[in-house]
């Protein structure tokens, strides 16, 4: 049927802002493998380096709840020119950055382009779409951004071990302007008409104060833990720890309540009254901790525990990253014509075998192992990722498409933030009173570490495939009514 093609101009919009997402992720992801040569350079541990990371997706997660209004606010067109002007300006300030705090300056800057870019793609597909068609381009979409993490630490450690790694940033503002800058002029459209939506710039805080708390606990818990272990003073942390928690709770139910009684809310949550759908929202959330988690663990444990260069241990995760996330539209395809719960169940099924024979062999792991392994989950994880969101959106309401889009990506990079959080503190444990870096000790330590990642992943993974079939079992109950 011709209502149900593709339209060109629609592709090249998703290739042109998805682009930016995808250059946005893989600068994050180059960074992870770059970790141990970053502290060295700036003098700094494993617990502080990881906010080069978790700033990044903190930020991403703070300026995802403004897409709702953005979306309505202003003009696609507008929204992709201000996403490519921020990318530009953070990896000029990355190339020229000689200090720690300047660099996570540039990564703040980065990260509020991604977090406009990512939605507004989201947003493109979800409104310009054949019904039709929808799992499939969210496929693409979601592929877009996931390619990103698969290349992301290859990319890293090649251009380390030849460049110096700001080069990184001067490859990619050409791409930006020769690439994504024509192709988004051209091909980026507006399909509906913008409102007078009003910024509640109460509520916009409070999210933000919600986000920065949780994160914070979770990085200073681990850094109280680690001195703790280490025979260090873990007051000054445990305190901090402790009021970031109550921050970061208390926001985030300030928000919640706030929204229920304001007039023009900053994302309308009504929606979530759905139990399907909040078991769908959970799910994508907590995926993304092991998903987003995965390359940080994967690169650092192959170093600093089996001792492999920084190229060798980003192209360990390129097999099942790269491959996994070209199967992203195939798992679109499948939900199109299956429907959700065989290929999302059967999908996340797979993937937990990843971490599960990670676990088994972690005492004993090789560099084919890591890498084999890790293929397992990567295909799993993208076969059936998006799907969740695409399931979860095509439940609602369609004019709460928006904001429900702003809070499945705040999820996603929340849970991205705390992955990368969570994980780097387990390690930061493990290796506390470990010695120096590449002693056997260390490694042994790190090993360890990376056992109990592996651990928390698989639990992490099955109370997501439990909230999954739960919404399944809602949702044909309901079917069964009709």
Known sequence: MPDERIPGKL??????????????????????????????????????VQWITTIYLLVVAATMPLSSYLNRRFKHRTLFLAAVALAVLGSLIMIV??????????RVIQGMGSGVATPL??????????KSKVGRLMGVGSLVITVAPAIGPTVGGAVSSILPWRAIFVIVIPIILLVSLPVGLKCVEQHRPTEEARLNSLQFVSIVLALCGLVMFLNQAGVAVSAAVSGGSATVSAVFAVVSLIVGLGALLFFGWSSKRSFSPLIR??????????????????LPIVGIGFGYVITNVAQLSLGTSAFLSGALVLPGALIGAFFAPVGGMLYDRFGPVRPILGAFFAAICGPILLLVFSMRL?????????????????????NIMTNALRNIAPQFMPDGNAVFNTCLQFGGAAGTALFSTILSVAQAGAGEEGGATFRHATAVGGSWTFATMIGIVAIAICCLIAAFRIGAKRNSRL
């Open 11 to 48: 592709i090249g919009a998703i290739v042109a802002v998805g682009s930016l997402a995808f250059i946005g992720i893989l600068t994050e992801t180059v960074m992870t493998v770059l970790f141990p040569q970053l502290m060295r350079e700036f003098n700094v541990d494993t617990a502080t």
């Open 97 to 106: 950055g000689h200090a720690f705090p300047v660099i996570l300056i540039a």
């Open 121 to 130: 793609m989201i947003n493109i597909i979800l409104e310009q779409s054949p």
């Open 269 to 286: 949550l009504g929606w979530l009254r759905d139990p399907m759908v909040l078991l769908h929202l959970i799910a994508y959330m907590l």
């Open 366 to 386: 090789t560099p084919v192992t890591l890498a084999g392994f890790y293929f397992i989950f990567g295909l799993g994880y993208s076969l059936g990722f998006s």
